[in-house]
């Protein structure tokens, strides 16, 4: 059984700093890419960031690119979003995705269609 836990968000005024975890566990689980996505009330959900385990290519949405910053631990099997300069509309509950190496088919970083394991949530509200 795979599981994603993530950690770290909460409550922030506009222009603070927030990072966010997402560890990965699982006997079986070998990742090929692991991201963020977001979901405001009343909105779908949309994509955030995304990085591909071997090599490290990362992906952002244009309206986070230059304030977030995904990286990854790889002994920890643990990605983290690094959110600087934030803003109100970057409230959401920010979701952990994983794509394992065993899901086949091509990969396309903003399609949650295409990450097979997702976490619980968690919360980011920024305050104007």
């Known amino acids: 059984q795979v599981q994603l836990a993530e950690s770290g968000g909460g409550l922030v005024q506009a222009g603070g700093s927030l990072r966010l975890s997402c560890a990965a566990s699982?006997?079986?689980?070998?990742?090929?890419?692991m991201g963020w996505f977001r979901q405001a009330p009343g909105k779908e959900r949309e994509f955030v960031a995304a990085?591909?385990?071997?090599?490290?290519?990362?992906y952002y949405r244009d309206s986070v690119r230059g304030r977030f910053t995904i990286s990854r631990d790889s002994a920890k099997i643990t990605v983290y979003l690094q959110m600087n300069t934030l803003k109100p509309e970057d409230t959401a509950v920010y979701y952990c995705?994983?794509?394992?190496?065993?899901?086949?088919?091509?990969?396309?970083?903003?399609?949650?269609?295409?990450?097979?394991?997702w976490g619980q949530g968690t919360q980011v509200t920024v305050s104007s």
């Open positions: 995705a994983a794509r394992s190496t065993y899901y086949s088919g091509s990969y396309s970083p903003p399609d949650p269609g295409h990450y097979n394991y």
């Open positions: 699982g006997r079986t689980f070998r990742s090929y890419a």
């Open positions: 990085l591909i385990w071997s090599g490290g290519t990362t």
